[in-house]
T-cell receptor, first 113, second 113 residues
Framework: GENVEQHPSTLSVQEGDSAVIKCTYS??????FPWYKQELGKRPQLIID?????GEKKDQRIAVTLNKTAKHFSLHITETQPEDSAVYFC????????????FGAGTRLFVKA | DAGVTQSPTHLIKTRGQQVTLRCSPK?????VSWYQQALGQGPQFIFQ???????QRGNFPDRFSGHQFPNYSSELNVNALLLGDSALYLC???FGQGLWDQYFGPGTRLLVL
């Protein structure tokens, strides 16, 4: 079945450094790749997304890249700040036979001041 | 403009009981998806409702069922509760069965004793 693998499971960086989270998906029909940030006890919040017809998208300190051939996509956070500390989830959605979003297991990001 | 709302916020049940969780979508949205998020895991897709019908289903047993009402709100029912059903249950709403982004509600935390 469909699967999304996410690495690393935990990531610790110094404030100001960059953080990179990588995901791999299995369903070649996936065409939409959102990233969510979830703070402790709160709901997942969409932070950036990319569609399959685009290779890269940037929004201030956050960027996402997509390699459809390799079925890889990545989240890049530059100039990290303590408030970036949270769990980040990648996801992949296919519209084959209806829309279903498959999530990765999450990356816990710690930004040390 | 109200966002996605869920009720109740917390719930404690015992094994074998039944539970009903409720979700009201964001204004303008017509599609509701339900997810189960176990502690330390990513959200797992349960099913999606659109036009009052279940359109897509994840790998969950028939004990999990749902309904969507004409006003687009939705219920998730779980019968014969197991200890392993303890989780945060999230609903997410979107427009047009997922053509656009989905927005999550705050979740219902279910504890099965």
């Amino acid at each position: 079945g469909e699967n999304v693998e996410q690495h690393p499971s935990t990531l610790s960086v110094q404030e100001g450094d960059s953080a990179v989270i990588k995901c791999t998906y299995s369903d070649s029909a996936s065409n939409y790749f959102p990233w969510y940030k979830q703070e402790l006890g709160k709901r997942p919040q969409l932070i950036i997304d990319i569609r399959s017809n685009v290779g890269e998208k940037k929004d201030q300190r956050i960027a996402v890249t997509l390699n459809k051939t390799a079925k890889h996509f990545s989240l890049h956070i530059t100039e990290t700040q303590p408030e970036d500390s949270a769990v980040y989830f990648c996801a992949a959605r296919s519209n084959t036979g209806g829309f279903k979003t498959i999530f990765g297991a999450g990356t816990r990001l710690f930004v040390k001041a | 403009d109200a966002g996605v709302t869920q009720s109740p916020t917390h719930l404690i049940k015992t094994r074998g009981q039944q539970v009903t969780l409720r979700c009201s979508p964001k204004s303008g949205h017509d599609t509701v998806s339900w997810y189960q998020q176990a502690l330390g895991q990513g959200p797992q897709f349960i099913f999606q409702y659109y036009e009052e019908e279940e359109r897509q289903r994840g790998n969950f047993p028939d004990r999990f069922s749902g309904h969507q009402f004409p006003n687009y709100s939705s219920e998730l029912n779980v019968n014969a509760l197991l200890l392993g059903d303890s989780a945060l249950y999230l609903c997410a709403s979107s427009f047009g069965q997922g053509l656009w982004d989905q927005y999550f509600g705050p979740g219902t935390r279910l504890l099965v004793l």
